[in-house]
């Protein structure tokens, strides 16, 4: 097993297998640089951009990291577009979006991902928040995601699907536009990168070393009292939907499992291809089901 080779995942990034993996991207990028900055030990790279509503030029980023790092509202021809740009602080929210094809209609053919045709993910800022939801089409192209109640800040909307029809027909799509929640939108300091997170009584333990641009193998095993969990049931078609958020501008990575699902005895080891598109810090949302309920688990993950 190529688990063999994993090395335990610390705050233990700034080595040379950093600088390899800037180089193997080809990235060198302001944005990714920017937020790598901010590791610093009094630094908190949220904080800056806070304030304002889009902290990177989604342009910038298709140069420097791979197109479907979810930054921009549009790509090749499709386009995210919502007539939302502010919702309201506390409230639940319906967020209209409709995405629009090369051809400039609404499109309304999409492919089954993770066994739904849309996934929408809303980030604040400063990765305090995350929503993780699936919304409904109506028939003419129109998606209403249901939001649970946003903190004031800035958030930012992704939506991650497979188009049916068109010349982008079968290829993955991660598009986003920031939403603003009026307010007082104070930051929280992202948490230190850490080797493992609590969350409803389970414990996750990452293994893996991540480097920017390149995909490694992650290992997540799930204990209960210390004992292996062995009763994790199917959610998406897999064991455990791991999202990524790089801390400061956001850029979006899904992280695919390679878990074989067998029936509601998933765990305690899950493997996933991490391939983080830029150094520094991300968020990792990890989801799990058992007994029924949805657990989201929450880890900060330093990629050299
Ligand atoms: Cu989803």
């Not at 739904?116 to 604040?124: D, G, I, L």
Request: glycine share 10%; hydrophobic share 40%; proline share 8%.
């Amino acid at each position: 097993m190529r688990t063999s080779r994993l090395t335990f995942l610390a705050a233990t990034a700034a080595t040379c297998t950093l600088l390899l993996g800037l180089t193997a991207c080809g990235s060198g990028s302001p944005a990714a640089e920017g937020a790598a900055h901010g590791h610093g030990p009094a630094a908190s790279p949220t904080t800056p951009n806070m304030s304002s509503a889009s902290p990177m030029p989604s342009m910038d980023g298709m140069h420097d990291v791979p197109a479907d790092n979810g930054l921009s509202a549009d790509r090749d021809g499709y386009r995210l577009t919502s007539p939302d740009t502010r919702l309201t602080p506390g409230a639940a929210a319906a967020y209209r979006f409709t995405v629009t094809a090369p051809d400039g209609r609404p499109l309304t053919a999409y492919a089954l991902d993770q066994t739904r045709r849309m996934h929408v993910y809303a980030v604040r800022s400063d990765l305090t928040g995350f929503q993780h939801v699936h919304p409904a089409m109506a028939g003419d192209g129109t998606w209403t995601a249901r939001l649970a109640p946003l903190a004031s800040g800035t958030w930012r909307v992704f939506a991650s699907f497979v188009p049916d029809a068109g010349p982008g027909k079968g290829t993955d799509f991660v598009l986003s536009r920031t939403v603003t929640v009026p307010g007082d939108a104070g930051a929280v300091p992202l948490p230190a990168p850490a080797a493992s997170t609590t969350v409803d009584g389970y414990t996750m333990a990452v293994k893996g070393q991540v480097m920017a641009g390149t995909t490694h193998p992650l290992t997540v095993t799930v204990t209960r009292n210390g004992r292996s969990v062995t009763d994790l049931q199917p959610y998406l078609g897999t064991y455990a939907h791991l999202t990524a958020f790089h801390s400061g501008d956001l850029a979006f990575a899904h992280l695919h499992p390679t878990t074989a699902v067998h029936g509601d005895h998933g765990g305690p080891e899950l493997t996933f291809h991490a391939e983080l598109p830029a150094a520094g810090d991300w968020r990792l949302f990890l989801q799990f089901r058992t007994g029924g309920t949805l657990h989201t688990a929450a880890l900060t993950l330093r990629a050299g």
